[in-house]
Each structure stands twice: as C-alpha cells, then as structure tokens.
C-alpha cells in the first residue's frame, strides 16, 4: 500500500507494512539471528545492496525495517536506523559526526545522559563540548565555532520544557557548515517533525511516546538524506546498536495508538496545568499549553500540540521535591516518560543529582523542579492525587 498521501492517523497503522508472504494483518517477528541466501550469487547480491535481501539481524531483519520505514515516513526522512535503545541512536549520532579536535554545541537542559557520555567519555578521544541556552539565538550565534561539526538541540527540553527555534538554528548551523541534530523524543512525529523545518537528523528514544507503554527500551535515527544515512547506518551495525526483532514488533504495535494516547494525555496535561497554576505551593509552571508560557509565539510556530510533558517549580526547594515525590499515590514515581501511566520525578534529587548545583542552575534545573509525564488516567483522579501529596509539603 502507498501510505505517502495519507492522513498522521492512518500512517500510524499502515506506514512501514508491506506484502508478507501468507498476508499477516501485522508485521511477524522474524526472530532469526540469520538468513539463508538462495545461492552464492544472492548472497553475493545482498552484500553489494542491503536492499536484495536479508543477511544477519545485526545488519537488517524484516521486522525491524517495518519499523524503521514507518517512523522514517511519519518524520518526513529518507531512512530510519532503530537502535537498541535511545542513547545507542545518540551514541551512534555522536560516533559517526564527531571526530578528533571536533567539537559539538548544545542544549545545557539536554538529557543528562546525552550531555553525561559526552563530557565524560568522548571527550577522552578529543571531542570538544559547549553548552548553552539554545532558546537564546544570539549565544547560538556566538557560541557556534568553525570546528562545531554538530549542533545538537533538544526542543522542547528535558526537564526545563524549553523550546529551541529549529528553523533558526538550522540557519545558522548550515552558514557554518554544521550539521544539526535534534533529540524529538519530547514530541514525537506526531507533534513536530524537525526535518521539515531545516534538520539533518532527527532521533527518538522509542521508549518514550512512540512505544508509549513503558515495557520496550528502544531508539530510532532518521536522516534527512542518503548520504548521512550512509554514514550513521554502517557505524550503528559495526558497533552492535542494533534493535531485537522482538523490540520492533512491540514498537510497531505501540505506534498505531500514538494518536489517540497523545490526544488524552495532552487533555489530561492542560487540565493539570492550569490546575497547578493557581496551586499557592508552586512558584511557576511550564507548559505550552498555558497561556502564560513565554515561549507561546514559537510553540504555535514549531509544534502541533503542546504534549505531555511539564515541569513546574515548588516552593521549599529540594526538600520539598522529596516529600511530593513519597507522597504521589497514582502517579508512578519514576525515571522515563511517554507512557500511558503518569509518571513524576524531581531532577535535583534524582536524574540531575550528579551535576552540581551550578551546572544545574545554568541549565535551569533548580531545586524544586518537579517534572510530569501525564498519561490518559482520569484527570481528575491526577488532581486529587497531587492535592493529597502536596498537603505533606
């Protein structure tokens, strides 16, 4: 089936599928860790073009390709590389962009782990690492360096919920012939799709909204040409960051209800927000759903939806963090986001417990910072929960 002219929704159960031999209405598990060639010269053949044929799951599975052909339609891309986890897409990104005495620009808010290799592992093979505020164009203008090869944003942030102007700093990244990458977990497809607005890579953590039901840890890379594809795909497979055939049916499973999770989580979300923003123990609120939401103008310009995702800042700082956090009874308290369950954490205390409180502060992860991942529970029954735990602060 041609799914390119169809409706977000429709792609979401059809894109990526293609004519299985004995017409499964989804996409079977090849769960082999090898193919059989029907001879030498097809063997030969797949060698010479991954396109004629399957070899080695390490390398391509039909199940996997489902997957990668699928997201790589809904991000609008050239190719999809999925990965066995978000930081295997990240580290991968990293490997095949960045070389000795190259440096990378990005996002102080980023995911922790994101920043955390960078800074403590490539950096002993010479890579250089800034990070700033992308939210502000002109420190990306000035921070941006000859030998920055890539400019890494993630918009909106984690867990500052900031949003980075992804047309602009395409701009300016292709001026310096940079190449820009951003992280579209917080999002998905289903909210923005950065390679129309001016990307070169676009990565997920699976595990997050697509999948969407915490039970998957998985990560995908799309391109926005062949020739970076060529240079990501190879050094995924050399390195062994490749997906489980198992991995990609739960994904692909998971994908086809994007739409209808993100509505409810986002209606959800709003109701939270505003609920939060009147409550006399938070100090502020991040949301750009919410009226108040400084970076309103950009959220209208870049995104579809306003998400899932908040963070908001209690009064009493770091003890205060921890006491909502033993005292949540529906939400879950844990690390991870996307899912249909809601889950809450305090970085300060938790995630972001191992930068110091000056990295913390120039990344705008203050004491109290709470964040939220709202998921399709009633939202009400969040209200109630979150009013019980905030009696204890």
């Given at each position: 089936m041609d799914t390119k002219n169809l409706n977000f929704d429709t792609k979401l159960i059809h894109a990526g599928h293609y004519d299985e031999a004995f017409g499964s209405a989804t996409v079977p598990i090849y769960q082999t860790s090898t193919f059989a060639f029907k001879n030498a010269?097809?063997?030969?053949?797949?060698?010479?073009?991954?396109?004629?044929?399957?070899?080695?799951?390490?390398?391509?599975?039909?199940?996997?390709?489902?997957?990668?052909?699928?997201?790589?339609?809904?991000?609008?891309?050239?190719?999809?590389?999925?990965?066995?986890?978000?930081?295997?897409?990240?580290?991968?990104?990293?490997?095949?962009?960045?070389?000795?005495?190259?440096?990378?620009?990005?996002?102080?808010?980023?995911?922790?782990?994101?920043?955390?290799?960078?800074?403590?592992?490539?950096?002993?093979?010479?890579?250089?690492?800034?990070?700033?505020?992308?939210?502000?164009l002109e420190l990306v203008k000035k921070s941006i360096r000859p030998d920055t090869r890539v400019l890494f944003i993630e918009t909106p942030s984690n867990p500052t919920i900031q949003l980075t102007d992804i047309k602009e700093c395409a701009k300016i990244a292709h001026d310096n012939g940079s190449i820009l990458v951003v992280d579209n977990t917080f999002s998905s497809p289903c909210l923005q799709n950065p390679l129309e607005m001016g990307a070169d890579v676009v990565f997920h953590s699976l595990t997050k909204f697509i999948n969407g039901h915490a039970d998957v840890v998985g990560g995908i890379i799309v391109t926005k040409t062949r020739e970076l594809y060529e240079m990501i795909r190879p050094l995924m497979i050399s390195m062994g960051c490749n997906m489980d055939p198992h991995q990609a049916y739960l994904v692909i499973r998971g994908i086809k209800t994007l739409g209808i999770r993100m509505e409810r989580s986002q209606q959800n979300a709003m109701k939270i927000a505003e609920w939060l923003e009147k409550n006399p123990k938070v100090d502020w609120i991040k949301y750009p759903g919410l009226k108040s939401y400084r970076q309103q103008e950009l959220f209208r310009k870049q995104m579809k939806g306003p998400g899932a995702m908040m963070s908001f800042e209690l009064k009493g700082g770091i003890e205060a963090g921890r006491q909502l956090m033993n005292n949540v009874r529906v939400a879950t308290l844990a690390v991870s986001l996307g899912g249909v369950e809601t889950l809450i954490q305090h970085p300060a205390s938790m995630t972001h417990s191992g930068f110091s409180k000056e990295d913390r502060e120039k990344a705008g992860i203050t004491d109290g910072l709470v964040r939220y991942s709202v998921g399709i529970e009633d939202a009400d029954d969040l209200i109630r929960d979150l009013e019980q735990a905030f009696e204890s602060i």
């Amino acid at each position: 089936m041609d799914t390119k002219n169809l409706n977000f929704d429709t792609k979401l159960i059809h894109a990526g599928h293609y004519d299985e031999a004995f017409g499964s209405a989804t996409v079977p598990i090849y769960q082999t860790s090898t193919f059989a060639f029907k001879n030498a010269e097809h063997g030969a053949r797949c060698f010479a073009d991954y396109d004629e044929g399957y070899i080695y799951t390490r390398i391509n599975n039909p199940t996997i390709q489902a997957l990668e052909n699928s997201i790589s339609e809904l991000e609008k891309g050239y190719g999809g590389i999925a990965t066995s986890s978000g930081m295997g897409a990240c580290t991968s990104i990293y490997m095949a962009l960045l070389d000795k005495d190259s440096h990378l620009l990005s996002t102080a808010s980023v995911y922790g782990t994101s920043r955390g290799v960078m800074e403590n592992h490539f950096s002993r093979f010479g890579v250089q690492s800034t990070y700033i505020d992308t939210s502000d164009l002109e420190l990306v203008k000035k921070s941006i360096r000859p030998d920055t090869r890539v400019l890494f944003i993630e918009t909106p942030s984690n867990p500052t919920i900031q949003l980075t102007d992804i047309k602009e700093c395409a701009k300016i990244a292709h001026d310096n012939g940079s190449i820009l990458v951003v992280d579209n977990t917080f999002s998905s497809p289903c909210l923005q799709n950065p390679l129309e607005m001016g990307a070169d890579v676009v990565f997920h953590s699976l595990t997050k909204f697509i999948n969407g039901h915490a039970d998957v840890v998985g990560g995908i890379i799309v391109t926005k040409t062949r020739e970076l594809y060529e240079m990501i795909r190879p050094l995924m497979i050399s390195m062994g960051c490749n997906m489980d055939p198992h991995q990609a049916y739960l994904v692909i499973r998971g994908i086809k209800t994007l739409g209808i999770r993100m509505e409810r989580s986002q209606q959800n979300a709003m109701k939270i927000a505003e609920w939060l923003e009147k409550n006399p123990k938070v100090d502020w609120i991040k949301y750009p759903g919410l009226k108040s939401y400084r970076q309103q103008e950009l959220f209208r310009k870049q995104m579809k939806g306003p998400g899932a995702m908040m963070s908001f800042e209690l009064k009493g700082g770091i003890e205060a963090g921890r006491q909502l956090m033993n005292n949540v009874r529906v939400a879950t308290l844990a690390v991870s986001l996307g899912g249909v369950e809601t889950l809450i954490q305090h970085p300060a205390s938790m995630t972001h417990s191992g930068f110091s409180k000056e990295d913390r502060e120039k990344a705008g992860i203050t004491d109290g910072l709470v964040r939220y991942s709202v998921g399709i529970e009633d939202a009400d029954d969040l209200i109630r929960d979150l009013e019980q735990a905030f009696e204890s602060i």
